[in-house]
């Protein structure tokens, strides 16, 4: 597992790198990166998904890092039909996003993290759902 989630999170750089044209405040950064840029609030938010994922697996939650996957494919669409990756990018970061989701376990049962006890439900059940339906039958009503 531990090998899978290095990859991701190379994967989770890559990223980064590919929509490293971002536009943020950084001076630095502007000066480093010529060419295409891709919205520094969309590029941010594709590579907080991505890292999402890595973490999630890392945790061991392949269930939620499907999930969390599906997001960031969803986002990336977006972000590509709606004109804000620059056709420099878009082979770059779809191939990310699809070997980051190929590289994500089949959800399972045993793949969940078990469910969070927050305390209900303990002790006797009260009302109906206590009693149990006693049917009579023809025989038993002589």
Known sequence: ??????WLTACSAALAVA?????????ETQRQVAGPKIEGAVAN???????EVAQQ???GDSCAARKTAARLRDGVTEAINGGKVPDVYLEDLSGVVNEIEAQIPECTASSAPPPKDDGKGKGKKK????KKDKKTTPEGDR
Do not use: I, P
């Open 57 to 59: 697996l890392e945790d």
């Open 45 to 51: 938010e594709l590579a907080s998904l991505s890292d």
């Open 1 to 6: 597992m531990r090998s899978r989630s290095v």
């Open 19 to 27: 929509v490293g044209g971002c536009g943020g405040n950084d001076s």
């Open 127 to 130: 009302g109906h759902a206590a």
